[in-house]
């Protein structure tokens, strides 16, 4: 049986990549397996039967079988430990893979979220101006961090790994605040993740979703 995911029926990103479904399909073209997407409008998702998979009422889901996930690093690392290819085999290796997972999820994208939040939600305030300095500010210094740590290395630790794919998804949706601008060696490490086979299956499928529902 396929696993089955949710994503958005209307995407406000206009299928550019940025819902976290995006993340999902990623993994799972990774590591070459077959899924069914069920879409869902705003409505939905926020009735009894979608919170009865995800209570906050939001995308992505993902059901196999009897099991029932939300939360996109607890389902890239259930698809990881599953199958070959996004994770490393030795243990301290694979280790430190999920503690990059954890990195981009609690410690780079925070300050990123905040940024969309203050321009899409408080926009007409008062302070937001000032607020979105304090905010840039403090995404610099997470991306300061991050491009420390990579130097000249194609990937986070050793291999292409899951930590490597939720860092970046993390990261694109830094793409139109022209603050990547800066980080050369973190657009050329964006830039790698993109050109990759899986990425881009996974990017086409979710882009022909909003195409459909443009040219019904
Ligand atoms: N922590 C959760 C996870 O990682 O799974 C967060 C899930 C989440 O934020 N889902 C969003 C959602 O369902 C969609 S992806 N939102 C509806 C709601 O909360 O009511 C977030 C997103 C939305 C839009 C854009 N965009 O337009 O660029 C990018 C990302």
């Given amino acids: 049986m396929l696993p089955i995911i949710t994503a958005f ?5 206009r299928g550019q990549g940025l819902a976290r ?3 999902v399909r990623w993994a799972l073209e990774e590591v070459g397996r077959p899924y069914q997407v069920r879409l869902v409008s705003f409505a939905e998702m926020k009735a009894p039967p979608h919170r009865a998979l995800n209570p906050f009422g939001q995308i992505p889901t993902y059901q196999e079988g009897a099991l ?4 996109t690093g607890s389902i890239i690392l259930h698809i ?5 290819g996004l994770l490393p085999d030795e243990p301290a290796a694979q280790a430190r893979a999920i503690s990059w997972m954890f990195a981009a999820v609690s410690t780079v994208e ?3 979220l905040e940024r969309a939040s203050a321009k899409l939600l408080e926009a007409d305030q008062p302070w937001t101006p000032q607020r979105l300095l304090l905010i ?4 610099r210094a997470r991306l300061d961090e991050l491009a420390a740590h990579l130097g000249d290395a194609e990937w986070l630790d050793g291999g292409f ?3 490597d794919l939720m860092m970046v998804h993390v990261l694109l949706r830094l793409g139109s605040s022209g603050i990547l601008g800066a980080y050369p060696t973190l657009c050329a490490y964006l830039a790698r993740a993109q ?4 990425y881009q299956r996974a990017f086409d499928a979710q882009l022909a979703v909003f195409t459909a529902a443009t040219s019904r």
């Fill in 9 to 13: 029926q209307s995407s406000p990103d």
């Fill in 80 to 84: 990881a430990k599953q199958h070959a």
């Fill in 110 to 112: 925070p300050p990123i």
């Fill in 21 to 23: 479904d995006m993340r």
């Fill in 161 to 163: 790994s899951a930590g």
């Fill in 136 to 139: 840039d500010d403090r995404i």
């Fill in 68 to 71: 029932t996930l939300f939360e």
């Fill in 195 to 198: 050109d990759r086979p899986a």
